[in-house]
């Protein structure tokens, strides 16, 4: 039986589950590099120059894909609202214009209780037999236990490096959970690991502090949960002595779309329930309705910043900062937000100072918050 060799778009760590997704179906998973200058320059060049950053940032990774010989790209897709839905259909025109010879399978996850995916996940299988039937549902448990330890593995390493004692150690010990994780193939020892990660990052040394920034991270979700694409931004905050919160994940959004994610309910309910004062009223694409939720959860709940991170061109964020911005300069809310944009021409050293400076103006905020000097 010949085995499919499969590719799939690079994400932070959530390459671990994409794998298993492959491998457990008994096909070859083709693993790009972790996103790079030299991997995205391809994906530059035969873009569209105003298409969205993350459609560039994949294309790059399917290129690389097939300059190594691998056939088959898997990739997901909605129905809209926004250009996401789009993204596989004009990917597949311009590699095929570039005379690649290749099958593009795409996964629609507009809603997966239409169970879409499972014909996605039988045609990865070289074994036709009713046994394949097992296999999807292994595989697709394996998946959704590795995104929750993934997601797992995020939050503990936002919530932790502002404290550690030894610079590092917080990367390092994230980047061995991941390794853990993709080691792992049974459910058993996925469920151990569960307990495991979280004392591996409890045992990191550590020194509490007072005044430490509660900073929530969130945004389209390529961008947020690519560090590559977004300049390594939760590490450099933690780094800068925030304690980073954030809620957005791989696992956050499968769940979503099995319409069992009442943490998003609550964000809708956030969100519409201030259709007065601009809360979006339904999904117009990437995270806004969530974002925005999100923004009013975190102002609620007394958080110090809100960061937002979205590629440079995306409108469904860009209406959302736009409304997040009002909020708070009419005082209904007094979170301060941090808006970042990203594309290729994002600078290192332009960024890194908007970050320091907006990390200061908060600390400074707290400070006079707790002296009780701050005017209003
Ligand atoms: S969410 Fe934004 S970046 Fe993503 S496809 Fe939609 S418009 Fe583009």
């Given at each position: 039986?010949?085995?499919?060799?499969?590719?799939?778009?690079?994400?932070?760590?959530?390459?671990?589950?994409?794998?298993?997704?492959?491998?457990?179906?008994?096909?070859?998973?083709?693993?790009?590099?972790?996103?790079?200058?030299?991997?995205?320059?391809?994906?530059?060049?035969?873009?569209?120059?105003?298409?969205?950053?993350?459609?560039?940032?994949?294309?790059?990774?399917?290129?690389?894909?097939?300059?190594?010989?691998?056939?088959?790209?898997?990739?997901?897709?909605?129905?809209?609202?926004?250009?996401?839905?789009?993204?596989?259909?004009?990917?597949?025109?311009?590699?095929?214009?570039?005379?690649?010879?290749?099958?593009?399978?795409?996964?629609?996850?507009?809603?997966?209780?239409?169970?879409?995916?499972?014909?996605?996940?039988?045609?990865?299988?070289?074994?036709?037999?009713?046994?394949?039937?097992?296999?999807?549902?292994?595989?697709?448990?394996?998946?959704?236990?590795k995104?929750?330890?993934?997601?797992?593995?995020?939050?503990?390493?936002?919530?932790?490096r502002?404290?550690?004692?030894?610079?590092?150690?917080?990367?390092?010990?994230?980047?061995?959970?991941?390794q853990m994780?993709?080691?792992?193939?049974?459910?058993?020892?996925?469920?151990?690991l569960?307990?495991?990660?979280?004392?591996?990052?409890?045992?990191?040394?550590?020194?509490?502090?007072?005044?430490?920034?509660?900073?929530?991270?969130?945004?389209?979700?390529?961008?947020?949960?690519?560090?590559?694409?977004?300049?390594?931004?939760?590490?450099?905050?933690?780094?800068?002595?925030?304690?980073?919160?954030?809620?957005?994940?791989?696992?956050?959004?499968?769940?979503?779309?099995?319409?069992l994610?009442?943490?998003?309910?609550?964000?809708?309910?956030?969100?519409?329930?201030?259709?007065?004062?601009?809360?979006?009223?339904?999904?117009?694409?990437?995270?806004?309705?969530?974002?925005?939720?999100?923004?009013?959860?975190?102002?609620?709940?007394?958080?110090?910043?809100?960061?937002?991170?979205y590629?440079?061109?995306?409108?469904?964020?860009?209406?959302?900062?736009s409304?997040?911005?009002?909020?708070?300069?009419?005082?209904?809310?007094?979170?301060?937000p941090?808006?970042?944009?990203?594309?290729?021409?994002?600078?290192?050293?332009?960024?890194?100072?908007?970050?320091?400076?907006?990390?200061?103006?908060?600390?400074?905020?707290?400070?006079?918050?707790?002296?009780?000097?701050?005017?209003?």
């Amino acid at each position: 039986m010949m085995r499919l060799k499969v590719t799939f778009p690079h994400m932070g760590y959530n390459w671990v589950c994409f794998k298993t997704l492959v491998e457990g179906m008994g096909a070859e998973a083709f693993l790009p590099d972790y996103n790079n200058v030299k991997q995205l320059d391809p994906g530059l060049k035969h873009s569209p120059e105003w298409i969205c950053f993350p459609f560039k940032v994949t294309l790059g990774n399917f290129i690389a894909a097939l300059e190594d010989g691998c056939k088959v790209i898997a990739m997901a897709t909605d129905c809209g609202p926004c250009r996401f839905g789009f993204y596989y259909a004009v990917q597949e025109r311009i590699l095929r214009d570039l005379g690649y010879d290749f099958e593009m399978k795409y996964l629609p996850q507009g809603d997966l209780l239409t169970f879409e995916w499972v014909d996605l996940l039988k045609s990865l299988c070289p074994d036709k037999s009713l046994f394949n039937n097992y296999l999807v549902f292994r595989t697709a448990r394996l998946f959704l236990m590795k995104c929750q330890l993934v997601q797992d593995i995020e939050k503990y390493e936002g919530l932790t490096r502002c404290y550690e004692i030894n610079p590092g150690e917080t990367t390092q010990i994230a980047k061995k959970c991941v390794q853990m994780v993709d080691a792992a193939n049974r459910y058993y020892k996925l469920r151990q690991l569960r307990s495991r990660i979280r004392r591996m990052f409890r045992e990191i040394p550590q020194r509490k502090r007072n005044g430490t920034l509660k900073v929530g991270l969130t945004g389209e979700i390529h961008v947020t949960l690519d560090p590559f694409t977004n300049h390594d931004i939760k590490r450099k905050l933690g780094e800068l002595g925030c304690e980073v919160h954030m809620d957005l994940s791989l696992y956050d959004w499968i769940v979503h779309k099995f319409h069992l994610n009442f943490h998003r309910k609550y964000l809708e309910y956030l969100s519409k329930t201030h259709k007065k004062i601009g809360g979006l009223q339904m999904d117009i694409g990437g995270e806004a309705y969530w974002v925005l939720g999100e923004y009013i959860n975190w102002a609620k709940r007394g958080f110090d910043g809100f960061v937002h991170t979205y590629p440079f061109t995306c409108m469904p964020e860009i209406t959302a900062k736009s409304i997040i911005t009002k909020w708070y300069g009419d005082r209904i809310f007094d979170l301060p937000p941090a808006f970042f944009p990203f594309d290729e021409h994002a600078g290192e050293a332009g960024f890194v100072t908007r970050l320091e400076a907006y990390v200061e103006l908060l600390k400074t905020r707290k400070e006079k918050m707790k002296n009780g000097t701050r005017r209003n």
